[in-house]
């Protein structure tokens, strides 16, 4: 079974507004948590990561939030843009190894 | 600066062939790993190798084969196609240690008819 589970699936927001993807995951010796961005017709490419010792992490419009006690964490995306349009995995990553949720395609409409 | 370089970039195999996709990185890392993106499926990881010599099974490694030729390369093969294993392959690399990025290659579409 996937080792990182992600929702929604699909989203769509209008031009503005917060876009919000959950993701959880089941391994605790995971201790980094990225999320990557994909265009289609390419590879995924790092939006922003996060480590367990560390609630929160901003950059720009985007913001990573991390329980580590629920084992979960999300992506906020603020005033989000028509370029944001695009499949966001959350991913973790531990001992090597480097697992991906099931993505989130977001459709941000003008 | 390449990164990481998948070839072919697409392919359409009959059931039963055999190919083998190959991935190349110039960026010294020591982990790669090989992905399958399917939709609604997310990116899941065939096989990863932490350091030459090494390989390891990821989530669905049935039907695949890798080789670590060296540190650039690390080759995936397909020995029987069947059209289940129909997706876009990635391969990505990284540098040991916690926290460090990933990079991917522009993905491989393979079609088994």
């Known amino acids: 079974q996937q080792q990182v589970k992600q929702s929604p699936q699909s989203l769509i927001v209008q031009k503005g507004g917060i876009s919000i993807i959950n993701c959880a995951y089941e391994n605790t010796a995971f201790d980094y948590f990225p999320w990557y961005q994909q265009f289609p017709g390419k590879g995924p490419a790092l939006l922003i990561a996060i480590r367990p010792d560390v609630s929160e992490k901003k950059e720009g419009r985007f913001t990573i939030s991390f329980n580590k006690s629920a084992k979960q964490f999300s992506l906020h995306i603020m005033d989000s843009q028509p370029g944001d349009s695009a499949t966001y995995f959350c991913a973790a990553s531990g001992n090597n190894d480097m697992r991906f949720g099931a993505g989130t395609r977001l459709t941000v409409k003008p | 600066n390449a990164g990481v370089t998948q070839t072919p970039k697409f392919q359409v195999l009959k059931t039963g062939q055999s190919m083998t996709l190959q991935c190349a990185q110039d960026?010294?890392?020591?982990?790669m790993y090989w992905y399958r993106q399917d939709p609604g499926m997310g990116l899941r990881l065939i096989y990863y190798?932490?350091?030459?010599?090494?390989?390891d099974k990821g989530e669905v490694p049935n039907g695949y084969n890798v080789s670590r030729l060296n540190k650039r390369e690390f080759s995936l093969r397909l020995e029987s196609a069947a059209p289940s294993q129909t997706s876009v392959y990635f391969c990505a690399s990284r540098s040991q240690g916690v926290g460090t990025e990933a990079f991917f290659g522009q993905g491989t579409r393979l079609t088994v008819v």
């Open positions: 960026m010294n890392h020591n982990s």
């Open positions: 190798s932490a350091s030459e010599g090494t390989t």
